[in-house]
């Protein structure tokens, strides 16, 4: 299987990573929409939110804990966005399943 965001959590190809543990690894992105924006994804080829098992419950629970420590690592105290975009319409680019973490601006709502 050819995925890129699989051969950054084997270090097959290099990022920059804010955060790493052997169940999930977080990354700053290569393209930023914010002054801070990394990536979190688990270490295990889930292709999206849709693709989640009842076993990857355990996995999703630690990474969803693990948010606010990379949050508050990258000093993201004044408040930050967490994203996941699914499927088609919501524009996923690479399917490997990924939670965007953005800060260091003022966001707005509705997104884009
Ligand atoms: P999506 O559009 O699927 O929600 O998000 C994919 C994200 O991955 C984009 O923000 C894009 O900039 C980022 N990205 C794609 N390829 C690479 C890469 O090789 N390295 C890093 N660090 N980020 C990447
Ligand atoms: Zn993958």
């Not at 801070?36 to 849709?50: G, Q, T």
Request: glycine share 6%; aromatic share 6%.
């Amino acid at each position: 299987m050819d995925c890129i965001f699989c051969a950054i959590a084997n270090h097959e190809i290099p990022s920059n990573v804010a955060y790493e543990d052997e169940q999930m690894i977080c990354f700053h992105d290569l393209e930023p929409q914010a002054p801070v924006h990394v990536l979190a994804i688990p270490k295990k080829h889930i292709e999206s939110l849709d693709d989640v098992k009842p076993d990857d419950e355990a996995l999703l629970g630690h990474m969803m804990g693990k948010i606010k420590e990379i949050a508050a690592t990258l000093e993201l105290e004044n408040g930050y966005r967490v994203v996941s975009n699914n499927g088609e319409d919501a524009f996923q680019t690479v399917k490997h399943l990924h939670f965007h973490i953005l800060g260091k601006r003022k966001m707005t709502w509705p997104p884009g």
